[in-house]
């Protein structure tokens, strides 16, 4: 019985190779299961790209793109406040630099008086037409004012007849309701007891809740923002120096000297600002703008806002880092924190009296009231390379499509808080229109709507002009409003988008 079992088990293999034979291959193969490609954050920023900005630029799009993926180009700025500044400033020359400053600084106080001049005619040109409009705006509302009024007068000896009528068994409710707004204001003018001044900062401060304040994007079209003329003055302590074109070598690492200060390698950002002039840096932090304000010395004030604890602790570190703490410039830093994105909580509206920004004596140019709005954006340059923290990944996908959004509401922030005569500076690090000209455009828009502020914008042609001399920074031709930098391979600054606007009523 023993040896049957056996020769059972002997022939069985026999068997199973005789089977698997006849039925050839196996019955169930192994499969690769089958997944879409892997996109990145950055392959989604660079179809986006192409398909808005390829229509745009047209055939300039691939270099502009191509420019966009290599090695980009840095400007390193001289610490005026580090012991070493004179010795630093020939290390960076023996280097092979260029200072760019040079040429911007070649003008005598002749020179300096006259662009003086030249700007306060400019101011006085924009205000006259301020004036001019706000005439016409006034008899428009008289005219219409009287007709209200006999209308009304009408409505009223209609109502009395139908009450003296009716008598109190039918009894009709008042349709007149208590609003706050411009247009009762503009109505009780011609009482005895109008005050204009006490107008205006009624209406530029009257609350207005977030949940209210819509932004469809379309805000600009029927509202023509006028352009004028700008001249700058650039100022004389800021020492930049840059690689002459078709270099991309860097930089030394910044060493610290024995005041514990460091040189710094920061974005360039020229302001027209004067001795006197009140600064606020809306979105301060990292801190290069406000590093950058500092190192011109042309402030008599400096506020860093942000709206965040962590970024502002950076902030304040970074200041900390390229300033001394017992130099008198520590002493005008003002650091705030406060959501610049909220037109409900945004408490800084018109911080100085309106003679400060007019002055007195006309030889002696008034302190006015700056405001950089350095937004929040796509970062062109970072999503096309960068895939950590990308704003066009699937997760950021909400508030990339807010930015526009977010953006105007900083700009109409920002104009409400400065005063009439001061400007407002807008800046990003995009080439998309959306975020750029038709941000301005719609800010500048609901602003007069909601808070009766006239704006014109300054045009930056004069500066495109003395910057693109120097060969090594290139400008579109084709930005309806402002200046946009656009990167290239010969000289890879940017992108970096300016536009300029003043307040004037």
């Known amino acids: 019985m023993y040896h049957k079992f056996l020769q059972i088990l002997r022939f069985r293999p026999a068997l199973f190779e005789q089977r698997a034979a006849k039925s050839g291959a196996p019955r169930f193969k192994p499969r690769m299961a089958r997944v879409k490609p892997l996109r990145t954050p950055t392959m989604l920023a660079l179809d986006n790209f192409d398909f808005y900005y390829g229509p745009i630029f047209g055939d300039k799009w691939p270099s502009v793109r191509l420019a966009l993926l290599s090695r980009k180009k840095f400007v390193a700025v001289a610490n005026r406040f580090s012991a070493n500044f004179e010795s630093n400033k020939e290390i960076l020359k023996s280097l092979g630099t260029v200072n760019l400053m040079e040429d911007q600084m070649k003008i005598g106080e002749q020179t300096t008086n006259r662009i003086e001049q030249m700007k306060r005619k400019l101011d006085k040109k924009a205000a006259e037409s301020a004036n001019e409009e706000e005439e016409d705006e006034e008899e428009e509302s008289q005219s219409a004012g009287d007709g209200d009024d006999d209308q009304q007068f009408d409505d009223d000896s209609d109502d009395i007849a139908s009450r003296l009528g009716d008598?109190?068994?039918?009894?009709?409710?008042?349709?007149?309701?208590?609003?706050?707004?411009?247009?009762?204001?503009?109505?009780s003018k011609r009482s005895k007891g109008w005050d204009k001044g006490a107008y205006e900062m009624l209406n530029t401060k009257r609350v207005i809740y977030d949940s209210s304040f819509n932004v469809t994007g379309l805000e600009g079209v029927d509202e023509p923002l006028p352009t004028v003329e700008d001249v700058l003055l650039y100022p004389r302590e800021l020492a930049l120096f840059s690689h002459p074109r078709l270099c991309i070598d860097g930089f030394p690492e910044p060493l610290k000297d024995r005041n514990n200060i460091s040189s710094s390698v920061l974005p360039v950002l020229a302001l027209d600002l004067r001795d006197d002039d009140v600064v606020l840096d809306m979105c301060a932090s990292p801190g290069g703008k406000s590093l950058m304000i500092l190192q011109t010395g042309k402030f008599a004030s400096l506020v860093c806002n942000d709206s965040s604890l962590f970024?502002?602790?950076?902030?304040?570190?970074?200041?900390?880092?390229?300033?001394?703490?017992?130099?008198?410039?520590?002493?005008?830093?003002?650091?705030?924190?406060?959501?610049?994105?909220?037109?409900?909580?945004?408490?800084?509206?018109?911080?100085?009296?309106?003679?400060?920004?007019?002055?007195?004596?006309?030889?002696?140019?008034?302190?006015?009231?700056?405001?950089?709005?350095?937004?929040?954006?796509?970062?062109?340059?970072?999503?096309?390379?960068?895939?950590?923290?990308?704003?066009?990944?699937i997760e950021l996908s909400t508030d990339r499509?807010?930015?526009?959004?977010?953006?105007?509401?900083?700009?109409?922030?920002?104009?409400?808080?400065?005063?009439?005569?001061?400007?407002?500076?807008?800046?990003?690090?995009?080439?998309?229109?959306?975020?750029?000209e038709m941000v301005v455009e719609n800010a500048c828009a609901l602003a007069r709507t909601h808070y009766g502020i006239k704006t014109v914008e300054r045009s930056l042609k004069k500066m495109e002009n003395r910057l693109t001399n120097t060969g090594l920074f290139q400008f579109s031709a084709d930005c309806r409003r402002g200046s946009l930098l656009l990167p290239t391979l010969l000289s890879n600054f940017g992108p970096t988008y300016v536009c300029k606007i003043t307040r004037i009523g």
């Open 311 to 393: 970024r502002l602790g950076e902030l304040r570190r970074a200041l900390a880092l390229h300033v001394p703490a017992k130099s008198e410039v520590s002493s005008q830093v003002i650091l705030k924190r406060k959501d610049a994105a909220s037109v409900e909580s945004w408490t800084e509206t018109e911080v100085y009296d309106k003679f400060l920004c007019f002055g007195i004596s006309p030889n002696l140019p008034p302190p006015l009231f700056h405001v950089l709005v350095d937004v929040p954006c796509t970062t062109d340059r970072r999503s096309a390379t960068v895939d950590e923290g990308n704003i066009f990944s």
């Open 401 to 436: 499509l807010n930015l526009p959004q977010l953006q105007t509401r900083m700009m109409v922030n920002a104009l409400r808080s400065v005063r009439v005569g001061g400007s407002v500076v807008y800046s990003t690090c995009t080439l998309s229109p959306t975020q750029n």
């Open 167 to 187: 008598g109190l068994a039918q009894f009709q409710p008042s349709a007149n309701e208590i609003v706050h707004g411009t247009k009762e204001f503009k109505r």
